[in-house]
């Protein structure tokens, strides 16, 4: 999965801070802490970045099917 459409990963930290879920747990963060946040995802995606390609995930999916006993 390409993160933020194959952008750079600088825009692709900016991408995922504008999200709302990143918005919601950064509200009333302390700055010095937010700061050592973003820089640890900066660094973490860093690894699965792909000049011209962008910042690439794996994947994965699992269907699970149950059956109620009867």
Known sequence: ????????????????????IAR????GA???????AVAAV????AEHFQPGVGVVLGT???LIHAVAPN
């Open 1 to 20: 999965m390409t993160v933020a459409g194959g952008r750079s990963l600088d825009e692709t930290v900016e991408f995922l801070l504008g999200t709302e």
């Open 24 to 27: 919601a747990l950064f509200v």
């Open 30 to 36: 302390v700055p010095a802490a937010k700061t050592r």
């Open 42 to 45: 900066r660094e973490a995606l």
């Open 60 to 62: 994965g999916a699992r």
